[in-house]
């Protein structure tokens, strides 16, 4: 399998609920992001790492964990969300951090009842 | 703070005709790169073309050129010869040069009609 891809591409949970979305990549890559993608809003970047190491955390709540064992995983773990959390997902990859291309995954489409 | 514009919520296009979306950004950096990337049914954000703000040539991929106005702050997709398949929603983004952060615009959902 080649690209970047996402599990599960579709989820609906509870509020009280806890669940887990992964992304893997299969470029060799480095580096590796988490963005949000709301109905009539530009995609809001979440989170950044390089090498395994968080660079970046936009502002986002603590009900959003992050995760990224190796260069190839990355997960964001969710707990006790809200309904406005529900959105689209998006898992992206680049070779190096500053690197002009992000390559992204399908994406997770999360429906938060 | 840097914010890129896409005006038109939706357009429209008849195949193999040409259609031209526009994006405006703001930015008060001279180094910078520009992207188009198109967002399918299938969600798959893919990368269509991108710019760098230092070439003054606009770039090109096959049916696909931009129109990169540096000063305008402007940074247009022309598809030319559209195709079923080219429907879709587009977003154009931008990303400083020293930074990993991408802004996106809001999108354009294009249509295609045979």
Known sequence: ETGVTQTPRHLVMGMTNKKSLKCEQHLGHNAMYWYKQSAKKPLELMFVYNFKEQTENNSVPSRFSPECPNSSHLFLHLHTLQPEDSALYLCASSQERIQETQYFGPGTRLLVL | ?114
């Open chain 2, 1 to 114: 703070a840097q914010t890129v514009t896409q005006s038109q919520p939706e357009m429209s296009v008849q195949e193999a005709e040409t259609v031209t979306l526009s994006c405006t950004y703001d930015t008060s950096e001279s180094d910078y790169y520009l992207f188009w990337y198109k967002q399918p049914p299938s969600r798959q954000m893919i990368l269509v073309i991108r710019q760098e703000a230092y070439k003054q040539q606009n770039a090109t991929e096959n049916r696909f050129s931009v129109n990169f106005q540096k000063a305008a702050k402007s940074f247009s997709l022309k598809i030319s010869d559209s195709q079923l398949g080219d429907a879709a929603m587009y977003f154009c983004a931008y990303r400083t040069y020293n930074t990993d952060k991408l802004i996106f615009g809001t999108g354009t959902r294009l249509q295609v009609f045979p």
